[in-house]
């Protein structure tokens, strides 16, 4: 069977890969690219463990076919640093004990910057339908929400940080 | 919030570091069970069954073997002949079915291919030939007398005179104490009530992953993620006929357990397809294949009656019990009998509890297995009697909960434990007089679980810098790591970010039971404390040595020998390490023990609900757990373990159950329609941690990782019948049956349906 070539942005990089037509991006990634942060939790896009942004989508790839990333930017949990800098969601996630097994971590991860991208103050609710997508099986949710309304104040206060320097110059 | 007896102040245990593990596992970089690939790797698939029971007339797998990029195909042939009820014979055949299929997924052959899709397709063609026989679905079928027996070879052990005649009830476990009939006759209240609670899987985000690598000498490594490697072994040696010492186990990260990778599913069939296909083999389970071979906790019946007089001092009591733990037996009726009146000091009692076999996946621990739904049970049945008795249901388990010297149901007293502080805990808790709103309900409800000892190994090796690396058996489900750094400082009283936790496979460390039993900070951590104060004994010896004094002289303080005469400066470790080669060699040493102390946990939740009388949805409003830590090591994984384990004990009492049609087949086996709690399900969970020190661990530690899916079923039933009215006896009570509790009345009512003698 004829593979299919195809070419996208992972975390900036302009990657390519061949695949097989039936193939998911899930299966892509980890395979292929090498990128095995996203897990495969259920195959049937219920569990949230695959979670990545596509074109600024959040999106159980599990779900999507290799081919259809043809074009895309892909952001994974492997690209959320900057170099050795956490970002603000993984040190919430590290200082506030949301994770214990770790396996969903990426997921959610993933699917807290783009509630944080969409919403930079979420409440509490708005932030529990957020991430009603991604299962955990560990931590009964409390301190991976806690976390993410941490990470929030944090960037904002960040934010609000930067623009009054810049205000000040 | 942590309510502390008073204990010694340590400088790092109870503190809340960052867990060495924790970077990896926020940037993807650690490896779980499936994220590994070698060189050459095939992929294996399991073929399994599509009926409930059957026998195997024959099986054909010239198709399947003759496929493009077919390597190796097996099936139970292929491994070494199993006797019935001898030995491992449940695993063996569980694994890989013999003659009979037993349920609806049981594993019949395997096959190794190139690729995945070659793989399932060569699985697809594997020609099965079954006669159909008529499958045992539920506990009252078995019980049935005109109903199959499952396993001729099975007569009920634990009943004198043993049976003549083969049964589907594998054992039963009987306790009593006192005069149980003379009992009820001096209650003054009396409510008996039938419970009933549905199979529900342990639900880990993680599916079962392993590679296995047989070389040509017939010695396979194998990479997963499992409780236990070292019980991995064990039982992949057991089935192939294999010495252990031809198996090296090296654990991936695991994606959860709760009990439920206590045992193995994969790992034979990949080391012998490895074996035959002379290349490498993939195997990884999909969501389905979970929920239909592996797992799940056991389906109830449970019959509890208790009396009491008029001041709520309970008198009697009297359990029947059913567990029905899949197509082998278990000991899920033993833990039920055990647990069911464990918190109470009764003075009669009978409890009798059946093992009931029937045509579903063979059951697998979960979290405090059984204990849920004993204490499911019984603390319904303390809430109706708290309501008919007028006593505030925290004020009747006061008057009953069980103290130091109090006996426990196998007969020995208890030594100290901290059931009355978290009763004392929730009932000084603002939470539990906070003001209720419309369709509200208030529930409590308490349970008891205990850690386990068993073997533990742990080796301490200092490095050169005065650093150190603490090597143990136990694989980190939960922030283990950081427990065993933080109780390394604290001995060695160098920072817990100089320590580096490390899980070792078969061939590093000694042998170390399953991370199961609440057993690993307790059990394993003690190894580390002794594998530490052999090392601090070493270290005082070379500090004498380099200061010219007897050892007698040298104390060991934050980390820094200290002449008791004062005359010589101290030294630091990292002074010691570097002249290690001038006072006799590398410092290492190995803490091996059995550990002993059952260190029993206490736990008592607090609910609040708001039910909708238009859909029947409960929505939890508010939750509350205060549980006995004993001392917890790392107070943010105390806490996660205890909101943990609440939610999944929402999520049985609300929603999860397997669903089988009339022929037995799973009609929900994902995340769909097996509805796990999510993030907008449930409110933020109020931890309370208790500390009243384990008299048997050097910290006090007890186990914390499984009391906290104790009380939540009755807690929630509880909740629910003060906001209806209604009392739902059978779990799940998802929005069908609570509606139909509300419309038509079904259920036992408010607590006004007592036997009052």
Same mark, same amino acid.
């Given at each position: 069977?004829?593979?299919?070539?195809?070419?996208?942005?992972?975390?900036?990089?302009?990657?390519?890969?061949?695949?097989?037509?039936? !193939?998911?991006?899930?299966?892509?990634?980890? $395979?292929?690219?090498?990128?095995?942060?996203?897990?495969?939790?259920?195959?049937?896009? $219920?569990?949230?463990?695959?979670?990545?942004?596509?074109?600024?989508?959040?999106?159980?790839?599990?779900?999507?076919?290799?081919?259809?990333?043809?074009?895309?930017?892909?952001?994974?949990?492997?690209?959320?640093?900057?170099?050795?800098?956490?970002?603000?969601? !993984?040190?919430?996630?590290?200082?506030?004990?949301?994770? !214990?097994?770790?396996?969903?971590?990426?997921?959610?991860?993933?699917?807290?910057?783009?509630?944080?991208?969409?919403?930079?103050?979420?409440?509490?609710?708005?932030?529990?339908?957020?991430?009603?997508?991604?299962?955990?099986?560990?931590?009964?949710? $409390?301190?991976?929400?806690?976390?993410?309304?941490?990470?929030?104040?944090?960037?904002?206060? !960040?934010?609000?940080?930067?623009?009054?320097?810049?205000?000040?110059? | 919030?942590?309510?502390?007896? #008073?204990?010694?102040?340590?400088?790092?245990?109870?503190?809340?570091?960052?867990?060495?593990?924790?970077?990896?596992?926020?940037?993807?970089?650690?490896?779980?069970?499936?994220?590994?690939?070698?060189?050459? +790797?095939?992929?294996?698939?399991?073929?399994?069954?599509?009926?409930?029971?059957?026998?195997?007339? #024959?099986?054909?797998?010239?198709?399947?073997?003759?496929?493009?990029?077919?390597?190796?195909?097996?099936?139970?042939?292929?491994?070494?002949?199993?006797?019935?009820?001898?030995?491992?014979?449940?695993?063996?055949?569980?694994?890989?079915?013999?003659?009979?299929?037993?349920?609806?997924?049981?594993?019949?052959?395997?096959?190794?291919?190139?690729?995945?899709?070659?793989?399932?397709? @060569? @699985?697809?063609?594997?020609?099965?030939?079954?006669?159909?026989?008529?499958?045992?679905?539920?506990?009252?079928?078995?019980?049935?007398?005109?109903?199959?027996?499952?396993?001729?070879?099975?007569?009920?052990?634990?009943?004198?005179?043993?049976?003549?005649?083969?049964?589907?009830?594998?054992?039963?476990?009987?306790?009593?104490?006192?005069?149980?009939?003379?009992?009820?006759?001096?209650?003054?209240?009396?409510?008996?009530?039938?419970?009933?609670? +549905?199979?529900?899987?342990?639900?880990?985000?993680?599916?079962? @992953?392993?590679?296995?690598?047989?070389?040509?000498?017939?010695?396979?490594?194998?990479?997963?993620?499992?409780?236990?490697?070292?019980?991995?072994?064990?039982?992949?040696?057991?089935?192939?006929?294999?010495?252990?010492?031809?198996?090296?186990?090296?654990?991936?990260?695991?994606?959860?357990?709760?009990?439920?990778?206590?045992?193995?599913? &994969?790992?034979?069939?990949?080391?012998?397809?490895?074996?035959?296909?002379?290349?490498?083999?993939?195997?990884?389970?999909?969501?389905?294949?979970?929920?239909?071979?592996?797992?799940?906790?056991?389906?109830?019946?449970?019959?509890?009656? &208790?009396?009491?007089?008029?001041?709520?001092?309970?008198?009697?009591?009297?359990?029947?019990?059913?567990?029905?733990?899949?197509?082998?037996?278990?000991?899920?009726?033993?833990?039920?009998?055990?647990?069911?009146?464990?918190?109470?000091?009764?003075?009669?009692?009978?409890?009798?509890?059946?093992?009931?076999?029937?045509?579903?996946?063979?059951?697998? @621990?979960?979290?405090?297995? #059984?204990?849920?739904?004993?204490?499911?049970?019984?603390?319904?049945?303390?809430?109706?009697?708290?309501?008919?008795?007028?006593?505030?249901?925290?004020?009747?388990?006061?008057?009953?909960?069980?103290? +130091?010297?109090?006996?426990?149901?196998?007969?020995?007293?208890?030594?100290?434990?901290?059931?009355?502080?978290?009763?004392?805990?929730?009932?000084?808790?603002?939470?539990?007089?906070?003001?209720?709103?419309?369709?509200?309900?208030?529930?409590?409800?308490? %349970?008891?679980?205990?850690?386990?000892?068993?073997?533990?190994?742990?080796?301490?090796?200092?490095?050169?810098?005065?650093?150190?690396?603490?090597?143990?058996?136990?694989?980190?489900?939960?922030?283990?790591?950081?427990?065993?750094?933080?109780?390394?400082?604290?001995?060695?009283?160098?920072?817990?970010?100089?320590?580096?936790?490390?899980?070792?496979?078969?061939?590093?460390?000694?042998?170390?039971?399953?991370?199961?039993?609440?057993?690993?900070?307790?059990?394993?951590?003690?190894?580390?404390?002794?594998?530490?104060?052999?090392?601090?004994?070493?270290?005082?010896?070379?500090?004498?040595?380099?200061?010219?004094?007897?050892?007698?002289?040298?104390?060991?303080?934050?980390?820094?020998?200290?002449?008791?005469?004062?005359?010589?400066?101290?030294?630091? &470790?990292?002074?010691?390490?570097?002249?290690?080669?001038?006072?006799?060699?590398?410092?290492?040493?190995?803490?091996?023990?059995?550990?002993?102390?059952?260190?029993?946990?206490?736990?008592?939740? &607090?609910?609040?609900?708001?039910?909708?009388?238009?859909?029947?949805?409960?929505?939890?409003?508010?939750?509350?757990?205060?549980?006995?830590? %004993?001392?917890?090591?790392?107070?943010?994984?105390?806490?996660? +373990?205890?909101?943990?384990?609440?939610?999944?004990?929402?999520?049985?009492?609300?929603?999860?159950?397997?669903?089988?049609?009339?022929?037995?087949?799973?009609?929900?086996?994902?995340?769909?329609?097996?509805?796990?709690?999510?993030?907008?399900?449930?409110?933020?969970?109020?931890?309370?941690?208790?500390?009243?020190?384990?008299?048997?661990?050097?910290?006090?530690?007890? %186990?914390?990782?499984?009391?906290?899916?104790?009380?939540?079923?009755?807690?929630?039933?509880?909740?629910?019948?003060?906001?209806?009215?209604?009392?739902?006896?059978?779990?799940?009570?998802?929005?069908?049956?609570?509606?139909?509790?509300?419309?038509?009345?079904?259920?036992?009512?408010?607590?006004?349906?007592?036997?009052?003698?």
């Amino acid at each position: 069977m004829s593979r299919v070539h195809v070419t996208c942005t992972v975390n900036g990089d302009e990657t390519e890969f061949l695949c097989d037509g039936g !193939q998911s991006l899930l299966d892509a990634l980890r $395979d292929e690219v090498g990128l095995t942060g996203a897990k495969e939790g259920c195959g049937t896009g $219920d569990c949230g463990a695959c979670s990545v942004i596509v074109d600024g989508r959040l999106t159980c790839i599990c779900l999507m076919l290799a081919p259809e990333a043809e074009g895309a930017s892909i952001r994974t949990v492997e690209g959320l640093a900057d170099g050795d800098n956490l970002h603000p969601l !993984q040190r919430c996630f590290l200082e506030g004990a949301a994770l !214990q097994c770790g396996v969903c971590t990426p997921g959610f991860l993933m699917a807290a910057t783009a509630l944080l991208e969409r919403n930079p103050d979420p409440t509490e609710t708005e932030t529990r339908y957020a991430l009603a997508g991604n299962l955990c099986r560990c931590t009964g949710y $409390d301190k991976i929400v806690k976390s993410v309304l941490v990470a929030a104040s944090q960037m904002n206060s !960040q934010m609000n940080g930067n623009n009054e320097t810049k205000e000040n110059q | 919030m942590t309510v502390t007896e #008073s204990r010694p102040q340590y400088k790092f245990v109870g503190t809340r570091p960052v867990r060495h593990d924790g970077v990896d596992k926020v940037t993807g970089r650690a490896r779980f069970g499936a994220d590994l690939d070698l060189p050459g +790797q095939l992929v294996g698939q399991v073929v399994r069954s599509p009926h409930a029971h059957a026998r195997i007339i #024959s099986i054909d797998t010239a198709v399947a073997e003759a496929m493009p990029g077919v390597k190796a195909v097996i099936t139970g042939e292929d491994f070494p002949p199993v006797e019935p009820g001898v030995g491992d014979y449940d695993m063996c055949v569980n694994l890989m079915a013999r003659d009979r299929v037993l349920y609806e997924g049981h594993a019949l052959a395997a096959v190794a291919a190139n690729t995945a899709e070659q793989a399932r397709a @060569a @699985a697809a063609a594997v020609e099965v030939h079954y006669e159909l026989l008529p499958p045992v679905l539920t506990i009252d079928e078995a019980l049935d007398p005109d109903s199959p027996v499952i396993h001729s070879h099975l007569f009920t052990s634990g009943v004198d005179p043993a049976p003549a005649e083969p049964s589907n009830v594998s054992g039963v476990t009987v306790f009593t104490r006192g005069d149980t009939a003379a009992g009820f006759v001096e209650a003054d209240v009396i409510i008996e009530r039938e419970l009933t609670t +549905q199979p529900v899987h342990q639900g880990y985000i993680e599916p079962h @992953a392993v590679v296995a690598d047989t070389d040509p000498h017939g010695r396979c490594t194998l990479w997963c993620s499992s409780q236990g490697h070292f019980n991995v072994r064990a039982q992949t040696a057991a089935m192939l006929g294999w010495e252990t010492a031809r198996i090296k186990v090296i654990p991936a990260e695991i994606g959860g357990g709760f009990g439920g990778k206590t045992t193995i599913y &994969l790992e034979p069939l990949a080391a012998e397809l490895s074996a035959r296909a002379g290349r490498p083999v993939k195997m990884v389970m999909t969501r389905a294949e979970v929920f239909r071979a592996t797992g799940p906790a056991p389906g109830t019946k449970v019959r509890v009656k &208790l009396g009491a007089s008029h001041d709520g001092t309970l008198v009697a009591g009297k359990a029947w019990m059913a567990y029905s733990t899949g197509a082998f037996g278990g000991v899920a009726a033993l833990l039920g009998a055990w647990t069911v009146f464990e918190s109470y000091d009764i003075a009669n009692f009978e409890v009798e509890a059946h093992n009931v076999v029937l045509n579903t996946p063979r059951s697998a @621990a979960y979290r405090a297995p #059984s204990a849920p739904m004993s204490a499911f049970a019984t603390e319904t049945v303390l809430d109706e009697l708290a309501r008919a008795l007028g006593i505030d249901p925290i004020e009747l388990r006061l008057r009953n909960a069980v103290t +130091q010297g109090a006996l426990t149901t196998m007969g020995a007293p208890f030594d100290r434990i901290g059931f009355v502080e978290c009763l004392e805990a929730i009932r000084d808790h603002p939470n539990y007089t906070a003001p209720l709103g419309e369709n509200q309900g208030r529930g409590v409800a308490a %349970g008891y679980w205990f850690n386990i000892g068993e073997s533990s190994s742990a080796t301490v090796n200092l490095n050169e810098d005065g650093t150190a690396t603490v090597v143990t058996g136990s694989p980190d489900i939960g922030g283990s790591r950081a427990s065993m750094a933080l109780m390394a400082a604290e001995e060695l009283g160098i920072d817990v970010y100089d320590i580096t936790p490390v899980v070792g496979d078969t061939e590093a460390v000694g042998f170390t039971d399953i991370t199961e039993g609440s057993r690993a900070t307790f059990a394993t951590g003690m190894a580390v404390v002794e594998a530490c104060r052999q090392i601090v004994t070493d270290l005082r010896g070379r500090a004498a040595k380099m200061m010219g004094i007897d050892v007698s002289e040298v104390d060991w303080v934050d980390g820094r020998a200290v002449h008791s005469g004062g005359e010589h400066d101290p030294l630091p &470790l990292a002074a010691i390490t570097a002249n290690a080669k001038r006072t006799g060699g590398p410092i290492t040493a190995t803490g091996s023990l059995e550990a002993r102390g059952v260190g029993p946990s206490f736990a008592v939740h &607090l609910c609040d609900v708001e039910v909708d009388p238009d859909t029947g949805v409960v929505r939890v409003v508010r939750y509350t757990a205060a549980q006995d830590a %004993g001392t917890a090591i790392h107070p943010s994984y105390v806490e996660g +373990q205890i909101q943990g384990g609440a939610t999944q004990g929402i999520g049985w009492a609300l929603n999860e159950e397997y669903v089988y049609n009339g022929d037995g087949v799973m009609e929900n086996p994902g995340f769909l329609d097996y509805r796990v709690p999510v993030a907008s399900d449930v409110p933020m969970i109020d931890a309370v941690i208790v500390e009243v020190p384990n008299p048997a661990h050097p910290y006090g530690v007890r %186990g914390v990782g499984e009391t906290s899916i104790v009380p939540p079923l009755a807690t929630m039933a509880n909740a629910v019948a003060a906001a209806t009215g209604r009392r739902i006896l059978d779990l799940p009570m998802s929005p069908m049956r609570v509606l139909d509790a509300i419309v038509n009345g079904t259920g036992n009512g408010d607590g006004s349906v007592t036997t009052a003698r």
